[in-house]
């Protein structure tokens, strides 16, 4: 088996997931690899020594600490707001920055519809002007020697 499966074996055996079947095959394999029993060596150390330092622990020791917190200022609803001129102000900039593009944005729209309907009225009278010019009849000028001018219309 490899190391690395070995090494999660052993530490499974000692958080207490190793199941009584797997045990076995941990054993087998400590008793052929020299550094998973180093490794597993210091596991066993560090689980005694965590136990002992466990038993030190005084009993008053953790109502003494809870005492001596005190109790904690609650945090307002606005927490940003206090003593921080910085954040109030960032937070000012920001509502004013908002309501200004929504203004400009509104003002685009505005803007835009109107030369849509310049537009519109653009192409109705170019098409007035179209039809203007192709109903007036054709007419040709000429003149005579004696300088008059007949203008004849051609229907």
């Not at 310049?118 to 300088?147: C, F, G, R």
């Amino acid at each position: 088996m490899k190391t690395d499966e070995t090494l999660n074996m052993i530490n499974k055996y000692f958080d207490g997931e190793l199941q009584k079947t797997e045990e076995a095959f941990l054993f087998t394999n400590l008793s052929l690899d020299e550094e998973a029993r180093e490794y597993f060596k210091k596991c066993n150390l560090l689980k005694t020594s965590i136990q002992e330092s466990m038993e030190q622990f005084p009993d008053e020791l953790e109502e003494r600490i809870f005492y001596n917190i005190g109790k904690v200022p609650e945090k307002g609803f606005y927490p940003f707001f206090r003593n921080n001129v910085f954040n109030l102000t960032a937070y000012t900039l920001t509502i004013l920055l908002i309501i200004v593009s929504f203004f400009l944005y509104k003002q685009k729209s505005m803007v835009s519809e109107q030369l849509i309907t310049s537009a519109l009225q653009m192409e109705k009278q170019s098409k007035l002007i179209n039809v203007l010019y192709h109903s007036i009849p054709v007419t040709e000028v000429s003149s005579a020697v004696d300088y008059q001018i007949i203008v004849t219309e051609e229907l």
